[in-house]
């Protein structure tokens, strides 16, 4: 049996990232940004504030809301600038040493840094440190930013980040603090979402608008792929210190990750996902009575869907909301009574019916297996599964928790088998295309696609060079880093 959801004994991780600069009361803003930010992250959390003299760091396994409480937060976490992190691990290995943000005393001064993503050559690099004497105290990638930035030629502190981010290759959002700045950067491609919001004067930075909103700041701009912003006393400086290239951000923000209250890139996350659903209804509508989300991640998609094909949109599935997702419990056998503990049908609306049964994705497919079986027992005539994305059939290796590609149900299935496999009467994916016209694209470019598809089209677009390397068979965060 897996000694975790994904079958190996490591750890795998999304995160969300926020910092405030020159506000009295930074940490317990930083704790309500984080909350907003729970769904990128909820096994651990952490904020550094700075106060004009010192750095205080404090880190907790648990969700924001249990371990950060807002008095005592600013008791122990005074000052005016603070950046935090959430972190989503599904086991608990590693502990504390691998919550983020990072702190360490520097020649330049303390510096934390908090980052969302993967960088795929971590390994490498922590391994050429190592041989040349540094000492690492976490298994996580993040930890190779600040070895970087130690071990750097440049004179100046935003000159060492660059020369160290430049080593780096992967998928990098990430909020730095120093003694006298807050720094934003995002990798070149823009795989994961960063951006910039103001509070009464204060800039912030943050993954996602949905935590602006929870503190009434205002969106500002997306950072861009490829820029680097410095925050001081003196302004909000821009810098695009890496080679330019075509940006890609992460398509599956949109299919799942991302909160639908959140604007990525000038698209509602929500609004996205409905036109997802409308455009799995064109290309594949059976006979059917009605239109059931699988709650909550399958919800927009079925709505638009139920929209396009002019079909009830019932809530024929209920969500437990305290139950945490599914993919977080421990072994093979909670996670199963998981699906259990956590949805239940609702016999009066399904029984007798054709239904449509709408989710965002299927990945290892134990969900969709539990799901359909649930609703048939509630006595529904046919099942018809519509997925509101193309087969996950690729590991992300950007910081995006997905199993080994021997464990994705479409790497080793047709979509036939898997019909088969999850026991419905029909199944359909949204093809790739369909995905990027719900994006407002035409299609996906051949030559140059718009977005990081990896996922659903093995397109990774940086090298894997922890995956290439013959003895650095796995990428560093699945040893405990990243975010
Ligand atoms: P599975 O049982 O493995 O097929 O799980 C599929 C379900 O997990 C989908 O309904 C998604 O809502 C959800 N899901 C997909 N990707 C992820 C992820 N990276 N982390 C957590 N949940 C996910």
């Avoid at 993919?327 to 239940?344: A, C, E, W």
Wanted: net charge negative.
């Amino acid at each position: 049996m897996d000694e975790t959801p994904f079958g190996d004994d490591t750890l795998h991780e999304e995160c969300g990232v926020f910092g405030i600069f020159q506000r009295t009361d930074a940490a317990a803003v930083v704790t309500l940004g984080l909350h907003a930010l729970q769904h990128r992250g909820q096994e651990a959390a952490g904020i550094v504030a700075h106060d004009g003299t010192q750095f205080h760091v404090e880190r907790h396994a648990g969700l924001i809301g249990d371990t950060f409480t807002k008095a005592s937060v600013l008791e122990r976490l005074p000052g005016e600038s603070a950046i935090g992190h959430t972190r989503y691990a599904t086991t608990g290995g590693g502990g504390l040493r691998n919550v983020q943000p990072f702190f360490a005393e520097l020649s330049a001064g303390g510096f934390a840094v908090a980052h969302n993503g993967n960088i795929t050559n971590a390994l490498t690099v922590q391994r050429e440190l190592q041989r040349r004497g540094s000492i690492f105290s976490s298994t996580s990638d993040t930890e190779t930013i600040l070895h970087l930035v130690a071990t750097s030629g440049a004179r100046l502190f935003v000159d060492k980040l660059i020369d160290a981010m430049s080593r780096l290759e992967g998928a990098f959002s990430l909020v730095g603090l120093s003694a006298n700045s807050m720094i934003g950067v995002r990798d070149p491609l823009g795989i994961r979402p960063l951006v910039l919001g103001d509070l009464e004067g204060s800039p912030i930075l943050a993954s996602e608008t949905c935590a602006l909103d929870i503190i009434g700041a205002t969106h500002v701009r997306d950072i861009e792929a490829g820029e680097m912003v410095v925050i001081s006393e003196s302004g909000i400086e821009s810098i695009f210190p890496f080679q330019t290239r075509r940006p890609r951000f992460c398509i599956f923000e949109y299919v799942y990750f991302a909160r639908p209250d959140s604007n990525i890139e000038g698209r509602n996350v929500y609004d996205i996902r409905k036109k997802i659903g409308m455009e799995l209804a064109r290309e594949s509508h059976p006979e059917a009575d009605i239109v059931v989300p699988v709650p909550d991640s399958g919800v927009p998609a079925a709505i638009g869907y139920a929209q396009e094909a002019n079909l009830p949109f019932e809530l024929g599935i209920i969500r437990n909301h305290y139950v945490g997702r599914t993919f977080i419990q421990p072994t093979d056998s909670i996670r199963h009574m998981g699906v259990k503990l956590k949805h239940n049908a609702n016999r009066k609306m399904i029984e007798g019916k054709r239904v449509v049964l709408v989710d965002d994705s299927i990945v290892r497919g134990t969900t969709s297996q539990k799901i359909v079986q649930m609703v048939r027992e509630a006595g529904a005539s046919e099942v018809h599964m519509r997925i509101a994305s193309p087969p996950t059939s690729a590991s992300c290796f950007y910081g995006v928790d997905t199993p080994e590609k021997a464990k994705l149900l479409a790497s080793r299935m047709t979509i036939d088998e898997m019909a088969e496999f999850i026991q419905v009467d029909s199944l359909a994916f949204l093809s790739i295309d369909g995905l990027y016209r719900a994006c407002g694209e035409t299609g996906r470019h051949k030559v140059a696609p718009q977005f990081c598809d990896a996922c659903f089209t093995g397109d990774y677009p940086t090298s894997l060079t922890d995956q290439d390397g013959a003895d650095n068979v796995r990428q560093l965060s699945l040893l405990g880093g990243a975010g």
